[in-house]
């Protein structure tokens, strides 16, 4: 089966979505919350997985470029990766800004993401990163949630000004993680289809 729904969770091809994820509203406002999901305290940074590891280490040197040298020469000095609780992790400075933190202005901005939009790599960010705020736990499968954050309340407040929600603000990343079918089974899910 293609797509059902359980609870409160729709099953599309085994991935579990939870239903919180179809009807909250958000939708980023960098401006109001200056880029909290890269600097929020603490002791663990935004998951990763071996192959994503890999590729970053490949590409280091280009988006050493776009880091401030205290950031450089922490990723020097302690590397830019960790393993905590059996879960790879990127590090962060003072268990608050990630590595690859810069600023533009006072917004807190991704530099492996700069380095990808100025088309120098081919690798966005971390599938996490890139994902937020919805988290993912394997659990006999993928297992979707939404995970609130109080930093996060002008993403609410702007998702719900132009009706906005998490499904559709993380559609990119949602077919970057599961393949643009997939979303296109989960709206066709919604709609009854």
Known sequence: ?????????????NVFVNKEITEAKFCCD?????????TME???????NMDEVNEIEKILPVVLEYLTDEHVKAIEK??????KQGQELIKSINNRDCVFVYYSGDVAKCAIEKAYF???????KPISCHLFPIRISEFGGPILRYEQYHECKP???EGEKNGTTVLEFCK????????????EKMLNNLKGG
Do not use: H
Not at 1 to 6: H, L, Q, R, Y
Not at 42 to 48: K, R
Not at 78 to 83: L, P, S
């Open 118 to 124: 100025e088309g120098k790599v081919a690798f966005r």
């Open 30 to 38: 960098l401006n109001a919350c200056k880029g909290a999901c890269c």
């Open 78 to 83: 302690m590397g830019f990766w960790e393993k």
């Open 42 to 48: 603490s002791q663990f940074g935004a998951p990763v």
């Open 172 to 183: 990119d990343s949602l077919e970057r993680a599961f393949g643009s079918s997939w979303y």
């Open 1 to 13: 089966m293609t797509g059902f729904m359980s609870g409160n969770f729709y099953d599309i091809d």
């Open 155 to 157: 993403a609410e407040v």
